[in-house]
């Protein structure tokens, strides 16, 4: 818990790691991390002070609701993504122990974040960014720094910027790893407040935590933000107590993920997916800030191929229907990471006044 609030801005951390060829690879090549047991997942968990509260998975995936946001498990992949206090970044050398036990070699890393909150409540390295920067470089091998770049966007001398995201991308290779991707990051403050307090759970209510966010998924209409028909997804949904929720979503390989903070003052909601699919992103964005109505949105898209930079207009056009208007864009790219862009809305304050 931060001083003056919980911070509902998260740190997102994404390892990619090399499996071996299918042909000698046994059981490795084909599930690679998957097969990482129970116990080196929970020490990757405790460094990053957090705790598994809820799993589901299909063929592609495994998908973790944790006690503080996400996590996501590929073959050769994971994805970590934590709010609060957390130290995430303490869970890096864990995490490549836990892979070195499988003879899985790291190709890429990528970090992120938006602007906190409560800065000062953040543990070290993650109050400032040029620490977060240092020690990535410390904990990650050497030849992932060949091809390595951090920026914060917009940059510091870029006027009117009030919202900054801080990136952090090293790679073996300058080629991006894998097939086209796109991973969309969507960060939403001062939510309507009729949408916020269904994030509540009533005094009494004996049902599971994970009855409760079912209830809050279909009060609130997030299960079709994740897709319009949610019927093709495995959807696991979790509220916290007293309030509080986070849902994952597989459908294939393609992960989603929501997470909210609804306490006044400083309520917060974050949209996230992965998905090769330009369009189902740009619906799914809008679909997204709809059913939250803040009254400020960032919008991140990293594109593993191809320009993100093409998507801005797009994500403005979307958006501007809703009342939100684009207060500033930027567009970075980063050797073995595509190009990453990042932009920042706000609705006029009469509107979200008379919403709420």
């Known amino acids: 818990m931060a001083s003056c609030g919980f911070e509902g801005f998260e740190k997102r951390l994404e390892l990619v790691f090399e499996l071996p060829a299918r042909g000698g690879g046994g059981e490795v090549a084909r599930h690679g991390l998957r097969l990482l047991p129970a116990e080196a997942l929970r020490e990757v968990l405790d460094a990053a002070q957090c705790a598994v509260v809820s799993a589901a998975g299909n063929a592609a995936a495994d998908a973790y609701v944790l006690s503080e946001s996400s996590m996501f498990v590929y073959p050769g992949r994971v994805v970590l993504k934590t709010c609060g206090t957390t130290p995430l970044l303490r869970a890096v050398p864990a995490l490549l122990r836990a892979a070195a036990e499988l003879r899985l070699r790291l190709r890429s890393c990528r970090y992120s974040r938006g602007e906190y909150l409560f800065p000062e409540a953040q543990p070290f390295p993650h109050a400032d960014f040029a620490d977060e920067v240092a020690y990535l470089d410390a904990a990650l091998p050497r030849e992932l720094l060949r091809f390595r770049r951090s920026a914060v966007m917009p940059s510091s001398s870029s006027p009117g910027a009030s919202h900054r995201w801080h990136v952090y991308s090293a790679s073996s ?150 009342g939100l208007a684009c207060q500033c864009r930027a567009a970075e790219d980063f050797p073995g990471a595509g190009t990453v862009t990042y932009q920042t809305f706000t609705a006029p304050a009469t509107m979200h006044e008379h919403d709420n």
């Open 173 to 322: 290779s300058s080629d991006a790893d894998g097939a086209a991707r796109l991973t969309v990051e969507v960060c939403m403050t001062e939510l309507d407040r009729g949408v916020a307090a269904r994030f509540y759970q009533r005094p009494g209510d004996g049902r599971t935590s994970h009855a409760i966010g079912d209830e809050m998924t279909a009060a609130s209409g997030i299960g079709g933000v994740v897709d319009e028909d949610d019927r093709r997804s495995l959807v696991c949904a979790y509220a916290f107590a007293p309030c509080g929720y986070s849902m994952n979503a597989l459908d294939g390989a393609r992960y989603a993920t929501v997470h909210v903070t609804p306490e006044d003052g400083h309520s917060y909601a974050s949209y996230e997916c992965a998905t090769d699919d330009a369009a189902a992103a740009l619906a799914a964005i809008r679909r997204a800030v709809a059913a939250f109505r803040p009254a400020t949105v960032s919008v991140s898209i990293s594109h593993t191929s191809g320009a993100a930079s093409s998507l801005c207009t797009p994500v403005a056009e979307a958006l501007e229907p809703l």
